[in-house]
């Protein structure tokens, strides 16, 4: 059996447009910035920075960038074959409305480490963007350790 780092892709990957750059490498990403965006969500106002430092390590993540500023992100957490949960997507304010968004989602479902068998999100406010890409509503059910 080959090893399972492998088939995971250690080249960091980029796209372009416009004057946008999404990026996955890790290292380009500001804490500080992220946690700025996040605080401006519904769904994780209130999350630690610790709590999000360890989630970041172990997610695919995505910064969409404006002139060297961080104006997105975007998470997945995988097991780079069966399953990816999208998670914490969010642009600032001052970016939405330029079909940022779709572009986003559009290269994360092309990103190699996130060719799965199904791909899982929760929203309450942007199901029409997701099911641009064929997402569909379901039940689901979930258990919380607070």
């Known amino acids: 059996m080959r090893d399972a780092r492998t088939l995971l892709t250690f080249r960091d990957m980029e796209w372009s447009n416009g004057q ?61 074959a069966t399953f990816t949960w999208v998670c914490d997507v969010i642009l600032h304010p001052d970016h939405r409305g330029r079909g940022l968004g779709k572009w986003m989602m559009k290269c994360y479902l092309e990103h190699p480490d996130l060719q799965t068998v199904s791909y ?7 199901h029409g963007l997701y099911e641009q890409f064929g997402f569909q509503r379901v039940e689901a059910m979930r258990k919380s350790s607070a």
Request: aromatic share 8%; charged share 30%; with cysteine.
């Open 20 to 80: 946008y750059l999404l990026s996955d490498d890790k290292q380009r990403l500001d804490l500080d910035e992220v946690m700025g965006l996040l605080a401006m969500s519904y769904w994780a106002k209130d999350r630690p920075r610790s709590v999000m430092e360890k989630a970041m390590r172990h997610s695919v993540c995505l910064g969409l960038y404006h002139r060297g500023r961080l104006a997105g992100f975007a998470r997945a957490v995988t097991d780079h």
């Open 120 to 126: 899982h999100l929760r929203t309450e406010d942007a």
